[in-house]
């Protein structure tokens, strides 16, 4: 293969990734505020938003956890919760198994509206499987499989990665 194919296949991984990422923003930015009595686009930012997604799969955590998934420092971490623990977006506790520890989780209103807006996100991803077919949509799994193995192997990417089930 030469490097020219290798160039327009890349081009092609990195305009099509990019027109999906487009797309779920768009999704994310048509929806309504994760807390009461704002309308609109989200009251959160991006990375705002993409920890609130990361605690809504992962469960309660510590700030330094919650850091260490983010690849932020713990004062990022910590600032960024206390913005929405403001918001009453999350909330904090002490663990129940060591005092010391306070837990960071998603508040139940807002969890509930993240689940909303997941569900969105995953309608709009069946609709795009059942448009392609089931060959190219099993097709396109093996292929992800395979990228989120080398990603993983390469360290490019720290959360789990649910597998198909076949």
């Given at each position: 293969m030469s490097a020219n194919d290798v160039q327009k296949q890349a081009h092609l991984i990195f305009t099509t990734g990019k027109m999906i990422r487009n797309h779920v923003m768009r999704i994310l930015s048509s929806h309504a505020s994760l807390h009461e009595g704002t309308e609109g686009f989200l009251d959160v930012s991006g990375p705002q938003l993409f920890a609130l997604l990361v605690l809504r799969d992962q469960g309660p955590v510590t700030i330094t956890e919650l850091a260490q998934i983010l690849e932020v420092s713990p004062p990022s971490a910590s600032a960024m919760v206390d913005r929405l623990v403001e918001k009453g977006i999350l909330t904090r506790e002490h663990s129940r198994e060591d005092r010391?520890?306070?837990?960071?989780?998603?508040?139940?209103?807002a969890a509930e509206k993240l689940d909303?807006?997941?569900?969105?996100?995953?309608?709009?991803?069946?609709?795009?499987?059942?448009?392609?077919?089931?060959?190219t949509a099993q097709q396109w799994c093996e292929v992800l499989e395979r990228v989120h193995q080398v990603l993983i192997e390469e360290g490019w990417g720290t959360l789990p990665h649910p597998t198909v089930k076949r």
């Open positions: 010391r520890k306070v837990l960071v989780e998603v508040s139940p209103a909303r807006l997941h569900e969105e996100i995953l309608q709009a991803f069946i609709e795009l499987v059942k448009k392609i077919g089931p060959e």
